[in-house]
């Protein structure tokens, strides 16, 4: 059964600084692996999907990584701005009897603060 | 482009009683997926369904059931409900698989069972 785990669980950070978010999962037979960003009572917006075949994703300041072999992935957010407080979501997606689901951590909490 | 909608926006109900949820994906994309967002449970997968068919299903009872129509829509159907099933509910859609395009998400169905 995957399991996936972020840490920190939550991060608080002065406005400017370069940082990064840890995701690890435990079956690395996976297709791909997202990162999303949630707003309080709000849905996912998707920041960036890795395939299974790629190393690494960039969009902006965003930028992940993907170790399958290891079972890590990381995002770095450069440059840190109080609107990218949210929470970050880490998901896989598996192959054979997973395809098509969505395996989440459990978040973290990022607040970037003026 | 209208992104995931859901409706309604919250729903009130009594243990025992039915919810019925909806949702309608971006224009183009014939996946939906239902998710679980329970407090201190994270994000579970419920259901996928595509082209009409349900295709993989997460670990929950059978009185959580959906469908899908011919225009892609879908419905989640929860029967005899119980406190515990207080969330927020979350569709997602893509385009027809196999493909390697993120899940877009809508901004949920917050469910209160009395």
């Known amino acids: 059964k995957q399991e996936v785990t972020q840490i920190p669980a939550a991060l608080s950070v002065p406005e400017g600084e370069n940082l990064v978010l840890n995701c690890s999962f435990t079956?690395?037979?996976?297709?791909?692996l997202q990162w999303f960003r949630q707003d309080p009572g709000k849905g996912l917006t998707s920041l960036l999907l890795i395939q299974s075949s790629q190393r690494e994703q960039t969009s902006g300041r965003l930028n992940a990584s993907l170790d399958k072999s290891s079972g890590r992935s990381t995002l770095y957010i450069a440059a840190s701005q109080p609107g990218d407080s949210a929470t970050y979501l880490c998901?896989?997606?598996?192959?054979?009897?997973?395809?098509?689901?969505?395996?989440f951590g459990q978040g973290t909490i990022l607040t970037v603060h003026p | 482009e209208a992104g995931v909608t859901q409706s309604p926006t919250h729903l009130i109900k009594t243990r025992g009683q039915q919810a019925t949820l909806r949702c309608s994906p971006i224009s183009g994309h014939t996946s939906v997926y239902w998710y679980q967002q329970a407090l201190g449970l994270g994000l579970q997968f419920l259901l996928w369904?595509?082209?009409?068919?349900?295709?993989n299903r997460g670990n929950f009872p059978p009185r959580f059931s959906g469908r899908q129509f011919p225009n892609y829509s879908s419905e989640l159907n929860v029967n005899a409900l119980e406190l515990e099933d207080s969330a927020l509910y979350l569709c997602?859609?893509?385009?027809?698989?196999?493909?390697?395009?993120?899940?877009?998400f809508g901004d949920g169905t917050r469910l209160s069972i009395l």
């Open positions: 997602a859609s893509s385009p027809r698989k196999p493909n390697n395009q993120p899940q877009h």
């Open positions: 998901a896989v997606e598996g192959g054979g009897t997973s395809y098509g689901k969505l395996t």
């Open positions: 079956d690395s037979a996976i297709y791909n």
């Open positions: 369904y595509d082209e009409g068919e349900e295709r």
